[in-house]
């Protein structure tokens, strides 16, 4: 009986401060804040989608004739086919059932990763001469992006800070530790519509000459944001 007595007053010893104790964290005074930081930075990765469609070649010349031609043309211009370029897909153009082998046209699309606009300027104008004109610009990305995210978050949790301890100052009271911090940056990268455009050029054109002007592709916005309470003292 007595060891039950006990157990019971230790029990209810227990609820009594654990109530005590989440009624106290409620009532602390705190100050909350949120802060937001953000940068611009140029993407370094540059994704094209190329097109080969054997319905464009009309008989000229077979749809793996003008790949090997395409791998030529970027090893030529410094592109490591191997790590750079990837078969996405290989596709026949089935019209109906009726259709003879020979009527099969075949469709293969790759992925060509470049690292800056001049290389893609290059790119496109290079097999733009040999025949490969349907290419579009799929996305940018920058391979930075998870470090220099992190980096932005510490910077938006000492503005957020900074922000509390301007806000405490005129009530004369001080800032102490943080007591709830939330991640609050969104991991939607936005995308927009994009697309490549150059001259066409004709067979006699010089396009070995061809230099393209020192651009870059429209920067990419990173940014961080937290929200944090701070208590008061």
């Known amino acids: 009986m007595k060891q039950f007595i006990f157990l019971a007053l230790t029990l209810l010893l227990i609820v009594k401060v654990g109530i005590a104790q989440s009624k106290s964290f409620r009532d602390v005074?705190?100050?909350?804040?949120?802060?937001?930081?953000?940068?611009?930075?140029t993407p370094d990765r540059i994704y094209l989608t190329i097109v080969l469609n054997e319905k464009d070649l009309k008989g000229k010349i077979s749809l793996e004739a003008l790949e090997k031609k395409m791998t030529d043309?970027?090893?030529?211009?410094?592109v490591n086919v191997k790590k750079q370029l990837a078969a996405t897909d290989i596709s026949s153009d089935f019209k109906n059932h009726f259709l003879l082998p020979q009527d099969i046209l075949k469709i293969k699309s790759y992925s060509l990763l470049v690292y800056d606009a001049i290389a893609a300027m290059k790119v496109l104008v290079g097999l733009e001469a040999e025949g490969i004109a349907n290419?579009?610009?799929?996305?940018?990305?920058?391979?930075?992006?998870?470090?220099?995210?992190?980096?932005?978050?510490?910077?938006?949790?000492?503005?957020?800070?900074?922000?509390?301890?301007?806000?405490?100052?005129?009530?004369?009271?001080?800032?102490?530790?943080?007591?709830?911090i939330s991640d609050i940056t969104s991991n939607v990268i936005p995308m927009r519509a994009m697309a490549l455009r150059t001259q066409r050029f004709s067979k006699d054109s010089n396009t070995t000459a061809y230099e393209p002007i020192d651009i870059e592709f429209q920067k990419i916005n990173i940014e961080a944001a937290v929200n944090i309470k701070f208590k008061l003292e």
């Open 135 to 180: 290419i579009s610009l799929a996305k940018t990305e920058y391979s930075q992006r998870e470090n220099l995210q992190l980096a932005l978050k510490s910077k938006a949790v000492a503005k957020a800070k900074a922000s509390a301890e301007a806000m405490a100052a005129p009530l004369h009271q001080k800032v102490g530790n943080a007591i709830f």
């Open 73 to 78: 043309k970027l090893a030529a211009l410094g």
């Open 29 to 41: 005074p705190y100050i909350e804040t949120s802060a937001k930081v953000d940068t611009l930075v």
